[in-house]
């Protein structure tokens, strides 16, 4: 996820299955992805208006350790 940004955060009030954010690479390709999906080392914990939580895990010496990153719209 550190080569990733959100570039857009799509919410839906009526129908919060639709919600979805838009991930794009520094490869230039862009993913959409939902609550609950994963990417990379990541799982989308959270959509909100103007940010997404991210649970990052990570594996260190077989000990695997997760936390949450908060991104907005555009910061890498």
Not at 22 to 32: A, H, K, Q, V
Not at 41 to 47: G, L
């Given at each position: 996820?550190?080569?990733?940004q959100?570039?857009?955060i ?7 299955e639709?919600?979805r ?20 080392d990541?799982?989308v914990?959270?959509?909100q ?6 649970e ?16 907005k719209i555009?910061?890498?």
């Amino acid at each position: 996820m550190s080569e990733a940004q959100v570039a857009a955060i799509v919410v839906s009030k009526e129908a919060p299955e639709l919600t979805r954010i838009l991930i794009r690479t520094n490869t230039g390709r862009t993913y959409s992805l939902r609550k609950g999906d994963a990417l990379f080392d990541a799982v989308v914990k959270d959509i909100q208006r103007d940010a997404v939580v991210f649970e990052l895990t990570s594996t260190n010496r077989g000990t695997s350790t997760a936390r949450e990153v908060v991104r907005k719209i555009g910061q890498p």
